[in-house]
């Protein structure tokens, strides 16, 4: 009886070969996931800090009018008019973010084929390893978000959650060290 040669890919069943697609897909796709939500806090960080210096710039001047004008009483009354507008200035940054994070993902898609090769550079690796050391009771980062839960993960980074600050620190410096999509290397400003 002559022994058949086993070949790895002729014999695997399309199940096997489905696996194996679906594996580097779903590798691919913690980097992608990490990368855009990495990216997307960071963003709402800045936002958030520009949000709070303009509402304070803001209020501070409009209320020293007021007051020069119409005296302490007519400032105090701008004052709350302010703060009773800030629910509706933070659902616009929210809004804001989630258009941001729907334009990254539509761009990712647009340059797949280009951003693939550069996935298997391990640089790209580091970051969902990173995300899997820490857990928030929340769906990890490495995984595509709803608004919702991004925005838990910045009000972990408001309440300054120490592990949360730790993980989002290393992130940070994981983005920063990522080669640009022409395969340069970004340079750290120190």
């Not at 897909?25 to 210096?53: R, W, Y």
């Not at 490495?142 to 620190?169: C, G, P, R, W």
Request: charged content about 30%; aromatic content about 6%.
């Amino acid at each position: 009886m002559a022994k058949k040669k086993v070949s790895n890919t002729k014999n695997q069943t399309p199940e096997t070969k489905d696996t194996a697609l679906q594996s580097k897909g779903d590798h691919e796709d913690k980097i992608i996931n990490s990368m855009v939500n990495t990216s997307v806090l960071l963003m709402s960080t800045i936002m958030g800090a520009f949000e709070q210096v303009i509402v304070n710039a803001t209020g501070a001047m409009a209320s020293g009018m007021a007051e020069a004008i119409g005296g302490k009483e007519a400032g105090d009354q701008l004052n709350q008019e302010i703060k009773q507008k800030l629910p509706e200035v933070d659902e616009k940054i929210k809004a804001m973010i989630s258009d941001i994070q729907k334009d990254i993902y539509s761009q990712m898609r647009q340059k797949k084929q280009e951003i693939e090769p550069l996935l298997s550079d391990p640089l790209f690796e580091a970051g969902p390893k990173i995300i899997e050391k820490y857990y928030f009771k929340l769906p990890k980062l490495s995984k595509k978000l709803d608004d919702n839960t991004l925005a838990q993960y910045v009000q972990l980074l408001i309440s300054e959650d120490k592990q949360f600050a730790k993980m989002f620190k290393e992130l940070t410096e994981w983005i920063n060290s990522l080669p640009k999509l022409n395969g340069e290397s970004k340079q750290k400003t120190e």
